[in-house]
Structures are given as C-alpha cells and as structure tokens.
C-alpha cells in the first residue's frame, strides 16, 4: 500500500513526512481519518491530539493548539502555531497542557499590561482637554 506525504508546518518550526499510512484527526464534527488517496479535503483541527503512522509502525501522536489541514494531491498539509509529535501519548499529553497553561497566562499579562496602557492614555487624553487652548 502507498502512503501519503505529511508537511506539518508551524512559525518556528516544520517536518515532512513520507508514505504516512493513516492520519486519525479532530475537527468540529469529530473525529475523522485519512489514507493515501483520500479526495481533496480542508477543515480545522481543534486544541488536542492528532496520531499518524506508517505501515507496521507505532503511532506517532500530534499535539496541537488548533490548525488548518489541507489534504491535496495525495498530500496533507497542516498549519499551526506550534506542534509536538511523540509516540508516548501520556508524555505528549503533558506537554501540550503546560504549553497550553504557559500560553493563558501569557495573554492574561498582556491583557493586563494592555488595560495598563489604555488607562494611561486614556488619563492623558483627559489631561489634555483641560489644558487651555492658546491657538
């Protein structure tokens, strides 16, 4: 059986994969799969876990935020903002939470940092009107 190409491609970070048997992903609907030769197909993966693998060999999981996959020409391409891939499930599991937490409390700072800025201005701007206008 011929397998399939897998091009997995994030900001900092891309694989390739030849003769790829199975792909097992997730998107909105559910749970989908995909071999050599599938007709064209778009959708978008959801936070989790994705497994490939190649003929008589162990799953590799896929651990992702979300993604655009893309299957075309015999060929499955997948954009995200970063992956993992390992065979070890629960290793992998582990991994993608502490991503996930370490990334929520990125946007709560920033979200923080942000109401900080806009509060400033937002003082200036009243700072400003009082000012007397001498044009």
Do not use: C
């Amino acid at each position: 059986m011929t397998g399939f190409t897998l091009n997995i491609l994030a900001s900092t970070q891309a694989q390739r994969f030849e003769n790829v048997q199975s792909f097992v992903g997730e998107d909105a609907s559910g749970y989908f799969g995909l071999q050599a030769s599938h007709i064209d197909f778009m959708t978008m993966l959801v936070f989790g876990m994705a497994r490939f693998r190649f003929a008589n060999e162990p799953w590799q999981y896929l651990a992702l935020p979300s993604g655009l996959a893309s299957f075309q020409a015999n060929e499955l391409t997948i954009s995200t903002r970063y992956f993992l891939i390992d065979t070890d499930f629960d290793k992998i599991s582990k991994l993608l939470e502490q991503r996930a937490l370490k990334e929520q409390e990125i946007m709560r700072s920033t979200k923080e940092s942000l109401r900080g800025m806009e509060q400033l201005v937002l003082k200036k701007i009243r700072e400003m009107k009082r000012l007397p206008d001498y044009g």
